[in-house]
């Protein structure tokens, strides 16, 4: 359970804080550094919006700017596989004598590219004939036995395979000349917070005829949240929340056939608290001070103390009787809310998230158990730094 605990900051270390302010920038066709905030938008992201304080957003096309990024590397630069192909974004992967670039081609599939010496154009290698490609292109170097496994076993198709292979092959071709391996920035964004609101429980409890009674059912919760964002409206939430769970049922019939007994009453009382730990995909529309957005995902619980109990306020053997709550709850959630974005300030979020858990939940007296799922609203206010 520590190990999740801490799940949020060691990803927020892994990846680094520092890339959150790091200046974005687009470089276009004529030479010019425009610095602002990077967004790709667009079918398959193939157009590129920047955001500058007090401007209209301005979009480009893959013909209109020659590289975008947020660090000293360029995450993508435009180029075209052809004299008659529309230039289209490619990320660097290696530069030298003969260059290598991953992307999309023209029907959206993965592919790499290499750039020859004297040519402005890249040639695609696709993977049902990408021996060939490489040994059409790749000439003069008598190491290289295109054709034999050992050649594909140690150069397979892979970003990995292709970067050692185009490595080597300049290092056999023109050892004078440096080569290098592209690092460049993800354009991955953390934002840490903390987050707080209130929650409204809804469960099915034995017998049937409490689920009708339901009332004083707002608890609360808190803690904290780490957002990672891309240069998409595509981010990755992960939250770490203490929540107390309230709710009270009844009073109702415990049975039918004993209706009008005074003993045959029953109530319920909800009372526990739960760490628990979502993972949502969460998608934002918009670039401006209003953002709306929505996200969905998955969510994992481990219950802290449980005090729920059944009333039988007129039955003198058996007043009280426990409700037992599982250790652990696994379900989904899904929202929608608002931020408040303003540059180079903590920035505020309002959402409202409906989660459904599935407990294992039982009773230690066997008569008596709560069933169905848990189903929450959760009201939150957030503040991101």
């Known amino acids: 359970m520590r190990s999740l605990l801490l799940f949020p900051l060691l990803l927020a270390s892994s990846v680094g804080f520092a890339q959150q302010i790091q200046p974005n ?96 154009y890249l040639i695609e290698v696709a993977p049902t004939t990408n021996q060939l490609t490489l040994a059409r292109n790749l000439v003069g170097c008598a190491t290289f036995d295109f054709g034999s496994n050992a050649f594909q076993a140690r150069y397979p198709y892979s970003t990995t395979g292709l970067t050692k292979l185009v490595m080597d092959y300049n290092r056999c071709k023109q050892p004078q000349l440096p080569s290098r391996v592209v690092k460049h920035s993800t354009g991955v964004q953390l934002h840490a917070g903390l987050k707080a609101g209130l929650n409204i429980l809804n469960c099915d409890l034995a017998p049937e005829t409490l689920k009708s009674t339901i009332h004083n059912n707002v608890g609360f919760q808190g803690g904290f949240i780490v957002n990672m964002a891309t240069r998409t409206p595509f981010s990755v939430q992960a939250e770490v929340l203490y929540l107390s769970y309230r709710s009270e049922y009844g009073p109702a019939e415990a049975t039918g056939y004993n209706s009008g007994i005074a003993s045959n009453t029953i109530s319920a009382t909800l009372k526990f608290s739960q760490i628990q730990i979502p993972l949502l995909l969460r998608y934002t529309v918009g670039r401006g001070v209003l953002r709306p957005f929505a996200n969905a995902g998955f969510v994992f619980g481990n219950n802290l103390s449980n005090k729920s109990t059944y009333h039988y306020p007129k039955s003198p053997s058996t007043p009280e009787l426990p409700i037992g709550v599982a250790q652990t709850v696994f379900g989904f959630a899904g929202g929608a809310g608002l931020t408040l974005h303003r540059a180079g300030q903590p920035f505020l979020t309002l959402e409202a998230r409906y989660n459904r858990l599935e407990p294992n939940v039982n009773n230690n007296i066997n008569a008596e158990a709560m069933v169905g799922n848990l189903r929450v609203l959760h009201l939150d206010a957030g503040l991101y730094f």
């Open 25 to 120: 920038y687009v470089v276009t066709t004529t030479g010019d550094t425009l610095r602002g905030q990077v967004q790709q938008v667009g079918r398959h992201f193939s157009r590129v919006r920047l955001h500058r304080p007090g401007q209209s957003p301005a979009e480009y096309s893959a013909s209109e700017i020659t590289s975008f990024g947020s660090g000293k590397e360029p995450e993508r630069v435009s180029r075209a596989d052809g004299p008659h192909s529309q230039p289209r974004f490619v990320q660097p992967l290696v530069t030298g004598y003969v260059s290598l670039f991953g992307g999309e081609n023209e029907q959206q599939e993965k592919r790499y590219y290499l750039q020859v010496p004297d040519s402005t």
